[in-house]
C-alpha cells in the first residue's frame, strides 16, 4: 500500500516529473500522429497506384480472347477470399473528336455490375464531389467516361474510338489488322487520383468495347477481374486462381504488378516508424534521469523507509511504479488528445492556413489529395501506447535497482 | 528477573578504512528488559550509534547475535529483518527523518501502511488513522497533524518521530542521539516522553552524550573502545 502511496507523493513533489511526463506525451503523440498520417497516405498511394485494377487480374499470354467468360468467373469465384469477378475489355486505341485525335487506354465495363463498376463509380463521385445515379443512362448512346486530364471532349459531346484491331483469336499466319470503330457520348469525367489514369483512361460500355476490340462474336473478354474479401492476400489469391484455371490462363495480384511502388511506400513508412521510435527511447533515457534524480534527492527518505521495515521489493516497487506511472500518464494523455488531433487534423490545417497565413501542409498539391489523409489502425495505437509504458518501466529498473542497493545506515547518514 | 526484551551477544563489528578494518564493537553483551529505560553513554565515535543499529537490525554484526524476544534476529533473512523492524523495533534519530512530502499525521502512520498490503490496510485504515491521531495528541501536535514538516519547529519534528515510533506498538524503542538537535527545554520534553513510555512497558534505548541523562535513569551503560561497562 505504501508503494502506491509513496510513488504518488514522490511524483509530485518533484517538478522534473511533469518534463518526464511531457517528454512521453511528445514522443507519442508524435509517433501516433506521424504514423497515422503516413499511413493515411500510403493506403491512398496503394489505392491510386491501383488505379482501376481490381485485387487480382486474369489474363491469356498475348492477350487472347477470352471466351465463356461466365464458366471462367463461376470457377473463379469458387476459391476461397474471393467475392466477385467479372469480364472485362482492355486495349489501347485512339479517341477522335472531329479531326482532333488522342492516344487512350480503354477499359470496357459492364455498368449494370455493381461490383466490376464499383471503382469507376467511385472515380466518378471523386470528380463530381457528390453521389451519382449509377448505372447512367443510355438512351443517347453509349455512355463514355474521361479521365479527368484527358484534353479531348466536353460532357454530352459525340466522340468516336478507332483501334487498329487484328484478329484476337490465335493463327498460325500473319493477318494484317484492320481499323474498327465505335461511337459514344461523353456522360462525364473521372478522377482516379493516378496522373496516368487521369490523362489517358477511357470508360466504355463492356458490349461497345468488345464490339471496338472485335471480341463480340461471341462476345468475350480480355481480361478478367476478381475482387478479394477483405484482409485476403492478393498474391496468394492469385496463384489459387492461377490452380484453378490452369496454365493457359495468367492470373496476378495488383501488388505484383505495381511492386516496386508498393514495396517502397511500405520501407518508406518502417523507415520512419523506426525513427519515431527513437523519440519513445529519449523519453525513456528522461524518466531514467528523473527518477536518478530522485533517488539521489531521496537518499534519506530510502534510508528511513529501511529502517521502518520497508523490504527491497517495496523500495523498489516506488519507482518501478513511478516510472511506469509516468509512462502510463504520457501516454493516455498522448492518445486522448492525439485521436480527437487526428480526427480534425484538417480543420487544423485550414486554421492554420487562414489565421496564420501559413500555407500549412502541401498534402494537396504534393499528393494530390482532398486533405491530409489518416489512417488510424487500433493495433498500433495500443502497440505504440503500450511500447511507451514498457519502455518508461524499463527505464526504472535502473534507479529501482540503485534504490534496492542502498545501506539504511548509510542512507541515513548521507540523506 | 523479567525475560529481556533485547539481547545483544558477544557483538562485534569492524568498519574498512584505508589504514585498515577499524574495530569498532569488539564483543558487546548488552540485556534490556521490557520496561526499562537505558541510556547508552559515550564519547562521539566510540561505536554507540553502531551498537544500536546492530540491535535495530539495520547493521549485521560479524559475529554475535541479537536475540529479540528471545528469539536470535540478526542471523535471519532480509525480508525477516524488515519485518521485525516494523513491528518490534521503533527508531527514533536524531535528525528525524521525516518524510517531508507528507503531513505529520501522514508520517506517524507510515509504518503501518508499510505493515500492511492493499486489502489489509482498506480494512485497518480507520483504526490508523485513530491511532495516529491519538498518538500525536499524546505528543501535543494534534493542531499540527497536516502540517508539513517544513512547517514544524525542530521540537515538533522530534515528536512526530516519536509518535511514528509507536504506530505499530513496538517492545523496543531505539532512540539515536534523539535531543542532539533541540534546544535543552525541547530536549527535556522527549526524554520525558520517552521515560513515560518505558513506564507503560517498552524497552528504550537511548543513545546520547549527555551525562545528565544517564545520572536519572535506574540504570546506565557506557561504551569504551568498543566494550560496554555498566553504570557511570
Known amino acids: 500500500m505504501y508503494v502506491l502511496f509513496l510513488a504518488t507523493r514522490y511524483l509530485r513533489s518533484l517538478w522534473l516529473t511533469y518534463l518526464a511526463v511531457g517528454m512521453v506525451f511528445a514522443g507519442v503523440f508524435a509517433m501516433l500522429v506521424v504514423l497515422s498520417v503516413m499511413w493515411g497516405l500510403e493506403d491512398f498511394t496503394r489505392r491510386t497506384l491501383r488505379g482501376p485494377l481490381s485485387d487480382v487480374i486474369v489474363s491469356r499470354p498475348h492477350g487472347l480472347r477470352m471466351d465463356e467468360t461466365g464458366v471462367l468467373c463461376g470457377r473463379i469465384r ?7 469477378a467479372w469480364p472485362v475489355v482492355e486495349g489501347a486505341g485512339l479517341i477522335r473528336q472531329g479531326s482532333y485525335s488522342r492516344g487512350v487506354q480503354i477499359y470496357g465495363l459492364d455498368y449494370a455490375d455493381p461490383e466490376a463498376s464499383r471503382e ?37 459531346d459525340e466522340v468516336d474510338f478507332v483501334t487498329a484491331a487484328e484478329s484476337p483469336s490465335y493463327s498460325p499466319t500473319p493477318t494484317m489488322p484492320s481499323v474498327s470503330r465505335v461511337s459514344g457520348k461523353v456522360a462525364g469525367r473521372f478522377l482516379s487520383r493516378s496522373y496516368w489514369e487521369d490523362a489517358m483512361g477511357v470508360y466504355l460500355p463492356l458490349a461497345q468495347a468488345q464490339r471496338l476490340f472485335r471480341l463480340n462474336h461471341p462476345p468475350c473478354a480480355n481480361r478478367l477481374h476478381v475482387r478479394l474479401a477483405d484482409g485476403i492476400d492478393d498474391r496468394a489469391a492469385a496463384i489459387a486462381i ?5 496454365p493457359d490462363y495468367r492470373a496476378m495480384g495488383w501488388s505484383r504488378i505495381a511492386a516496386q511502388q508498393v514495396e517502397m511506400l511500405a520501407v518508406e513508412n518502417q523507415i520512419i516508424a523506426v525513427i519515431m521510435a527513437f523519440m519513445i527511447v529519449l523519453a525513456g533515457f528522461g524518466i531514467l534521469a528523473v527518477l536518478n534524480m530522485q533517488v539521489t534527492h531521496k537518499i534519506g527518505e530510502i534510508g528511513l523507509l529501511k529502517a521502518l521495515g520497508g ?19 504520457g501516454a493516455s494523455l498522448a492518445v486522448a488528445l492525439g485521436l480527437p488531433f487526428l480526427h480534425h487534423i484538417n480543420g487544423v490545417n485550414a486554421w492554420l492556413m487562414s489565421t496564420l497565413g501559413w500555407e500549412g501542409f502541401y498534402m494537396a498539391r504534393a499528393y494530390g489529395t482532398d486533405g491530409i489523409p489518416v489512417l488510424i489502425r487500433p493495433g498500433a495505437v495500443v502497440a505504440i501506447a503500450g511500447g511507451a509504458v514498457l519502455a518508461s518501466a524499463l527505464a526504472a529498473l535502473w534507479p529501482a535497482w540503485r534504490a534496492t542497493r542502498l545501506h539504511p545506515t548509510e542512507a541515513l547518514r548521507n540523506g | 528477573m523479567a525475560r529481556p526484551v533485547l539481547e545483544g551477544k558477544g557483538l562485534e563489528k569492524s568498519f574498512p578504512s584505508g589504514a585498515g578494518p577499524v574495530k569498532v564493537l569488539r564483543g558487546v553483551h548488552l540485556s534490556v528488559e ?14 554507540k550509534s553502531t551498537l544500536l543499529h546492530c540491535l535495530g537490525l539495520l547493521e549485521s554484526p560479524d559475529a554475535g547475535e541479537v536475540v529479540l524476544d528471545g528469539r536470535p534476529a540478526s542471523s535471519t533473512g532480509a525480508a525477516e529483518q524488515a519485518h521485525l523492524r516494523n513491528a518490534r523495533i521503533g527508531f527514533i534519530f ?11 499525521l501522514e508520517n506517524v502512520m507510515l509504518p503501518a501502511r508499510i505493515a500492511r498490503s492493499g486489502s489489509s490496510w482498506l480494512g485497518a485504515r480507520r ?19 497536516a502540517h508539513r514538516p517544513a512547517q514544524l519547529s525542530g521540537g515538533e519534528r522530534q515528536r512526530v518521530a516519536v509518535a511514528r515510533s509507536l504506530m505499530n506498538r513496538p517492545a523496543v524503542l531505539l532512540a539515536d542521539e534523539p535531543t542532539g538537535n533541540l534546544d535543552s527545554q525541547s530536549g527535556e520534553g522527549i526524554i520525558r516522553l520517552l521515560e513515560d513510555l518505558a ?16 545520572r536519572r535513569a535506574r540504570r546506565a551503560v557506557r561504551m569504551t573502545d568498543g566494550l560496554l561497562t555498566e553504570g557511570i
Not at chain 1, 464531389?129 to 486530364?149: I, N, Q, R, Y
Not at chain 2, 521490557?34 to 561505536?47: D, K, R
Not at chain 2, 536524531?94 to 505529520?104: I, N, T, Y
Open chain 1, 78 to 84: 469458387a476459391v476461397a477470399g474471393v467475392k466477385a
Open chain 1, 120 to 156: 469507376l463509380r467511385r472515380f466518378v463521385e471523386a470528380k463530381r464531389k457528390k453521389a451519382v445515379t449509377w448505372p447512367p443512362s443510355s438512351t443517347d448512346g453509349a455512355a463514355v467516361f474521361l479521365g479527368e486530364h484527358l484534353d479531348i471532349g466536353e460532357e454530352g
Open chain 2, 94 to 104: 536524531q535528525a528525524f527523518h521525516l518524510s517531508p512530502e507528507l503531513s505529520a
Open chain 1, 311 to 329: 523490504g527491497r521489493l517495496g523500495v523498489a516497487g516506488i519507482f518501478l511504479l513511478s516510472g511506469t506511472a509516468i509512462g502510463l500518464v
Open chain 1, 242 to 246: 492461377q490452380d484453378a484455371l490452369g
Open chain 2, 199 to 214: 513506564k507503560e512497558g517498552a524497552a528504550v534505548l537511548v543513545v546520547t552524550h549527555n551525562e545528565a541523562l544517564g
Open chain 2, 127 to 145: 483504526e490508523i488513522l485513530a491511532r495516529a491521531e491519538s498518538l500525536l495528541d499524546r505528543v501535543g501536535l494534534t493542531p499540527r497533524a
Open chain 2, 34 to 47: 521490557a520496561g526499562e529505560f537505558l541510556p547508552i553513554l559515550g564519547v562521539s565515535g566510540c561505536g
